[in-house]
T-cell receptor
Framework: GEDVEQSLFLSVREGDSSVINCTYT??????LYWYKQEPGAGLQLLTY???NMDMKQDQRLTVLLNKKDKHLSLRIADTQTGDSAIYFC??????????WGAGTKLIIKP | ETGVTQTPRHLVMGMTNKKSLKCEQH?????MYWYKQSAKKPLELMFV???????ENNSVPSRFSPECPNSSHLFLHLHTLQPEDSALYLC???????????????FGPGTRLTVT
């Protein structure tokens, strides 16, 4: 079936780059998304990429898409304590539903 | 962001209780969703309403009963729950049920439910 997989935890030092990875199975995905969930809050759309792109940059965020390997990554440059959150990868499947990963908890070490 | 609100934020209930979760969106959206978020598991889509009509029911047990009286309000009625139903229940809304184009969903803060 359709599946989106991510590591559950990532620990980085403040100021370093964070790279959160995601793999998916549905090759017909149209859009892929990164959502951020801060403690005690709902999910917020962070960024997204259309499936015919391989890279998208938005300030400190860089999204890379390898469609052949069905691999999506989110790079956060100069990671700050405010970036501590759970990051969810999601894809739109062929029925236009969102299929979600389990989320990666980003832990920032001082 | 207060576009989607949920009440209560926390709920503790016994297995024989009946309670309801409420969601309200102030964004003028036409689609609303209930998700279940459990630790270390993907978000589970439970129900989808599009223009007040239920369009998805992902094999959710009948002890969860949704209600959508209008496109701004969504309820989740709970009765005879089990301890494994303890989770964060998230409500979301979008302009319409995800179709072609970007599928941006706006989420509420969730209700943390504990079943004892």
């Amino acid at each position: 079936g359709e599946d989106v997989e991510q590591s559950l935890f990532l620990s980085v030092r403040e100021g370093d780059s964070s790279v959160i990875n995601c793999t998916y199975t549905d090759s017909s995905s149209t859009y892929l998304y990164w959502y951020k969930q801060e403690p005690g809050a709902g999910l917020q759309l962070l960024t997204y990429i259309f499936s015919n792109m391989d890279m998208k940059q938005d300030q400190r965020l860089t999204v890379l898409l390898n469609k052949k390997d069905k691999h999506l990554s989110l790079r956060i440059a100069d990671t700050q304590t405010g970036d501590s959150a759970i990051y969810f990868c999601a894809e739109s499947n062929s029925n236009y539903q969102l299929i979600w990963g389990a989320g990666t908890k980003l832990i920032i070490k001082p | 962001e207060t576009g989607v609100t949920q009440t209560p934020r926390h709920l503790v209930m016994g297995m024989t209780n009946k309670k309801s979760l409420k969601c309200e969106q102030h964004l003028g959206h036409n689609a609303m969703y209930w998700y279940k978020q459990s630790a270390k598991k993907p978000l589970e889509l439970m129900f989808v309403y599009n223009f007040k009509e239920q369009t998805e029911n992902n094999s959710v047990p009948s002890r969860f009963s949704p209600e959508c009286p209008n496109s701004s309000h969504l309820f989740l009625h709970l009765h005879t729950l089990q301890p494994e139903d303890s989770a964060l229940y998230l409500c979301a809304s979008s302009q319409e049920k995800s179709g072609r184009g970007i599928s941006r969903q706006y989420f509420g803060p969730g209700t943390r439910l504990t079943v004892t």
